[in-house]
């Protein structure tokens, strides 16, 4: 095996206490009425009903196996103010507005006249109403998706617009992808009765919080900060290591990466930015195209930060900068999303949830 040019840099992450990592260690056992009296008393004091969110995240957490340790229960409390102020279906200003603009947007990708949309938003729904009122009058997304499922099922302008996928893709009072949520029933045994869709389920309190808490701290990440949890929160799990080993490739290769926490483009045999710079330091790896291809593919999971690639590449990146590189970075992402009116960004998104942590992490002492 060919050597490294420079001296590798034998990096230990140390790893904090709390959420960073979620493994299941033995814990002091509390009684459940003690942990639900602590998330009521970190739930803000103008929210309804504190007790049964209280109930509700206790729940999830017991479901889950998560450790009730207090910075997993302020992370929980911290996403869950900044997505909604613990609402579980919030309404969106202006959403009648923002949601018939999507469609008009669809319409013009389908190469759809603005006639036959308006004679299609014009038919009368299953409950009575025309679509065209029943998006203009939609305050919450649930309202909104209810519409879409009946247009995608009654109207077939409504499948062509949107091809059997209900645009409304996140929700809940923690904001939670519905696509998670449903893989995620499809691989764990769900602790309530599903009476309908698990889309259904992701708008109600229960549910959004049991899928939220599930996305937030349901896998292991050797993660310093909890930011980093907040950033995958948003961007996907383990899209802040991933984004630091873009750091590293850039500074092994000096080709300029966009950071974003995507190492393989989805869904094509074609090599992304990312994969082609990994390929460029084929030779001094040591490692050929395909090995690094397989390596890549694993970037979805824990698995990858013990491939050989991943070792090699920070080896080679501390040598070249004589330092350890940081092994983790919030990913240069800007939100996109019909109800986003605003240039948002995933550190935006991110920092402003570690605020509230932080806040909350000081009101426990």
């Known amino acids: 095996m060919r050597k490294f040019g420079a001296v590798a840099i034998v990096v230990t992450i140390a790893l904090s206490a709390g959420c960073v990592r979620q493994e299941r260690l033995p814990e002091p056992a509390r009684r459940p009425a003690e942990v639900r009296a602590q998330i009521a008393r970190m739930i803000p004091a103008s ?53 018939r603009a999507e469609i008009d947007r669809r319409a013009e990708r389908h190469h759809i006249p603005q006639l036959l949309v308006r004679a299609a938003l014009s038919l009368t729904s299953p409950n009575g109403k025309s679509y065209a009122e029943r998006i203009e009058s939609a305050r919450t997304e649930l309202d909104l998706s ?77 993660y310093d900060q909890p930011l980093y ?55 001094r790896l040591d490692m050929s195209e395909a090995q690094i ?24 990146a501390d040598g070249i900068e004589h330092r350890a590189l940081a092994r983790a970075a919030v990913p240069t992402i800007k939100l996109k999303s019909p109800k986003i009116t605003r240039n948002l960004t995933t550190q935006w998104f991110a920092t402003r949830v570690d605020q509230r942590y932080q806040a909350c992490m000081k009101r426990q002492g």
Not at 67 to 95: I, K, M, R, W, Y
Not at 235 to 262: E, H, M, W
């Open 47 to 99: 929210v309804a009903d504190r007790d049964g969110w209280a109930t509700d995240i206790y729940a999830a957490f017991s479901s889950l196996e998560i450790a009730t340790t207090t910075q997993n229960l302020c992370a929980a409390v911290a996403v869950t103010e900044q997505e909604s102020t613990f609402t579980a279906n919030p309404v969106v200003p202006g959403l009648g507005k923002i949601s």
């Open 146 to 222: 209810r519409t879409y499922e009946d247009m995608i099922s009654e109207v077939p302008l409504g499948k062509q617009l949107f091809a059997d996928a209900n645009p409304v893709q996140t929700a809940g009072p923690m904001q939670v992808s519905i696509a998670f949520a449903e893989q995620h029933v499809r691989d764990h045994a769900y602790p309530y009765p599903l009476n309908g869709p698990v889309r259904h389920e992701v708008f109600t309190r229960r549910g959004g919080m049991y899928f939220g808490i599930a996305h937030l701290l349901g896998y292991p990440a050797a």
């Open 229 to 283: 949890r907040f950033a995958d929160f948003n961007a996907g799990r383990y899209a802040s290591r991933n984004a630091a080993f873009q750091k590293a490739i850039t500074a092994a290769s000096g080709i300029p990466l966009v950071a974003d926490g995507d190492l393989i483009r989805a869904g094509s045999d074609e090599a992304g930015a990312t994969e082609r710079a990994t390929d460029s330091l084929a030779r």
């Open 293 to 316: 291809h397989r390596a890549l593919e694993q970037g979805t999971t824990g698995d990858f930060e013990r491939t050989e690639l991943y070792r090699r590449v920070f080896a080679l």
